[in-house]
């Protein structure tokens, strides 16, 4: 009882601080701090959101009127813009009249938009901050666009990386499942036991292997292999992180299924066989529902590897933060983000609270994926009773 309380507290306490860590995103703008973005007190427009000021530096919006303001060009600055303006000597030496200059130019170019650090921001400054809208949830869902580290605004969206999660492990589990259930029926009810015996240690024993060398296998042969054979620019692609997926996941697959028959009672099978059905009719109308739960359970554990598999996956799919329409194209899921930047994101930042609400995504995902099984494992259940 004790050792269930104590696991119990556990596994709450860290669900709690991931979605604690998650929701800061959601509290923040996102533009990083100690900056900001200014414009010329005589400009109406007040408020821009964070897509609309990404189009602004991209020059896709080149006009203050297509953003609500006047009929005027839009001129970009940036801190090292400044000697387009001013001289050295008139910044001064140790760039003393910086802050000044700068309270200068955005009071005298109306189409001006700054983007500067606030130890620039002079004590009269008499330029207007522009309000920048927090992240909202539907937008993080919904944006096609992870630059979380993006200037002047951290584009958020995390939709290219639900995709590629899913996609990934979709391929996996259907290239994964019906094969290793072969295997299974093939372990428990065909092979031979000298067979059996040689096989199933070898079997389980690539369970044990790291993921970083399944990453290896698949960068050096399955790689390559997808580019010749689809006539492919880079292999790195989709496909080739469900394959090296569907190869992880086959050990425990096959493992549990085939435990899972061969627990099937021998007075079924023999009535079955009694009855005059054949062997694959006993395997099909017999076996397979009796041990319907291990098969699922094994499915279970085969998709939790699949949708939580991180190094691997980071070596073999391009790592490429767009959103995928086949899996012949470069892809970069959840877990794979969250390996790569977290260690090069400030601890309590915008980028470091943005990764832990990807946790918060892939936990929803998994919890989902495990409620789904068990909801139909239970109805079947209902159904034999």
């Keep these: 009882m004790l050792s269930s309380a104590a696991t119990s507290i556990i596994v709450v306490l860290i669900v709690f ?18 900056f900001l973005l200014a414009v010329s007190p005589s400009n109406p427009v007040k408020k821009l959101e964070p897509s609309q000021i990404k189009d602004i530096f991209d020059q896709k919006i080149t006009n203050w009127k297509e953003v609500g303001g006047k009929d005027e060009p839009i001129v970009l600055f940036r801190t090292s813009d400044i000697s387009t303006y001013y001289t050295d000597e008139e910044l001064g030496e140790n760039f003393e009249f910086f802050p ?18 606030d130890k620039y921001k002079a ?31 951290a584009q958020m969206g995390v939709k290219p ?33 000298k067979v059996r015996n040689l096989v199933k240690p070898l079997i389980e024993l ?3 292997i790291p993921s970083v060398v399944y990453g290896f296998f698949g960068l050096v042969v399955i790689v390559p292999l997808i580019q010749s054979t689809f006539n492919l620019p880079v292999g790195e692609t989709g496909l080739a992180g469900s394959v090296v997926l569907a190869i992880m996941a086959l050990p425990t697959i096959i493992t549990l299924s085939e435990d899972a028959m061969r627990n099937t009672p021998r007075a079924m099978k023999e009535a079955s066989l009694a009855l ?23 499915a279970i554990l085969g998709i939790g590897r699949a949708i939580g598999e991180t190094m691997a996956v980071l070596m073999v799919t391009g790592n490429a933060a767009v959103i995928p329409h086949t899996l012949l194209e470069p892809v970069r899921t959840i877990p794979a983000t969250i390996a790569a930047e ?6 309590g930042g915008l980028h470091y609270e943005a990764l832990f609400a990807l946790g918060c995504i892939l936990f929803i995902i998994t919890f989902g994926i495990n409620l789904l099984v068990e909801l139909v494992s239970s109805k079947q259940k209902h159904k034999k009773h």
């Excluded at 995709?163 to 299974?184: D, E, F, K, M, Q």
């Excluded at 005059?276 to 094994?298: C, E, F």
């Design 17 to 34: 601080f991931l979605f604690m860590e998650g929701a800061g995103v959601f509290t923040k703008k996102p533009i990083e701090d100690g």
């Design 100 to 117: 000044a200059k700068i309270n200068e130019l955005i009071s005298k170019q109306p189409g001006i938009i700054a983007f500067f650090s």
């Design 123 to 153: 004590e009269n400054f008499s330029g207007r901050e522009l309000e920048i809208n927090k992240i909202k949830v539907f937008e993080f869902l919904s944006g096609e666009e992870w630059f979380p580290t993006a200037q002047p605004i």
């Design 161 to 193: 990386l639900i995709y590629g999660t899913l996609w990934v492990s979709l391929g996996a589990i259907l290239i994964a499942l019906p094969i290793g259930l072969a295997a299974a029926i093939f372990l428990s009810e065909i092979a031979r036991k």
């Design 206 to 208: 690539l369970a044990g």
């Design 276 to 298: 005059g059905a054949s062997q694959w009719q006993t395997i099909y109308k017999v076996v397979i529902p009796h041990s319907a739960s291990g098969i699922t359970a094994g």
């Design 342 to 347: 977290l260690g090069e994101a400030p601890n």
